[in-house]
């Protein structure tokens, strides 16, 4: 294998990491969501997300390499970014919880359409399309994902710039129980 080629299996091994980690992280995401369609958004790209992975074990196959993932630190510092947001959004207002999880789920989204992105390129420079292609698929839904995720944040701001001065202090567990929510 050329250098291009090992740099291309290599970090297709960090995604594959990186996937996985997601596989794991976002059923949580959608639990800890309010609104129903950022809920929704996150259970559609678990399973993205699980395609993604069978795609990159296409891409290894087309490549003759294994699919063997290597720790990606990356993901693995948003994940538990995403963590801290999903346990202090219990305490916040449900908009602003929910935008939070935006917030985090975007740069997960931006992180990985950085690395489809290079990947992509470094497999037309390779001059292999079928990878390439692969690659792009998941690039797209990527980009498509972040897109979605933008387009939720409008309503979820305009709930949170409506929160009744002082509410946002209490714990949303204290207001339900108080019948405020």
């Given at each position: 294998?050329?250098?291009?080629?090992?740099?291309l299996?290599?970090?297709?091994?960090?995604?594959?990491?990186?996937?996985?980690?997601?596989?794991?992280?976002?059923?949580k995401?959608?639990?800890?969501?309010?609104?129903?369609?950022?809920?929704?958004?996150?259970?559609?790209?678990?399973?993205e997300?699980?395609?993604?992975?069978?795609?990159?074990?296409?891409?290894?196959?087309?490549?003759?390499?294994?699919?063997?993932?290597?720790?990606?630190?990356?993901?693995?510092?948003?994940?538990?970014?995403?963590?801290?947001?999903?346990?202090?959004?219990?305490?916040?207002?449900?908009?602003?919880?929910?935008l939070?999880?935006?917030?985090?789920?975007?740069?997960?989204?931006?992180?990985?359409?950085?690395?489809?992105?290079?990947?992509?390129?470094?497999a037309?420079?390779?001059?292999?399309?079928?990878?390439?292609?692969?690659l792009?698929?998941?690039?797209?839904?990527?980009?498509?994902?972040?897109?979605?995720?933008?387009?939720?944040?409008?309503?979820?701001?305009?709930?949170?710039?409506?929160?009744?001065?002082?509410?946002?202090?209490?714990?949303?567990?204290?207001?339900?129980?108080?019948?405020?929510?």
């Amino acid at each position: 294998m050329s250098a291009l080629e090992d740099l291309l299996v290599e970090e297709m091994q960090d995604l594959l990491s990186a996937e996985a980690q997601l596989v794991k992280a976002l059923p949580k995401m959608a639990k800890a969501a309010n609104d129903p369609k950022l809920k929704l958004a996150f259970q559609k790209h678990l399973d993205e997300t699980k395609g993604h992975v069978d795609r990159l074990k296409q891409a290894f196959e087309l490549l003759g390499a294994k699919p063997k993932a290597k720790p990606c630190k990356g993901m693995e510092g948003l994940v538990a970014e995403g963590q801290e947001v999903i346990e202090e959004g219990a305490e916040k207002d449900e908009a602003i919880a929910d935008l939070t999880l935006v917030a985090a789920a975007q740069k997960v989204e931006h992180y990985e359409i950085s690395a489809y992105g290079t990947l992509r390129a470094v497999a037309e420079q390779l001059g292999n399309r079928k990878v390439a292609r692969l690659l792009q698929q998941t690039l797209a839904e990527e980009e498509k994902t972040d897109n979605l995720l933008t387009k939720l944040s409008p309503p979820l701001l305009n709930l949170a710039n409506q929160e009744p001065a002082g509410e946002e202090e209490a714990p949303r567990a204290f207001r339900r129980a108080a019948g405020s929510r």
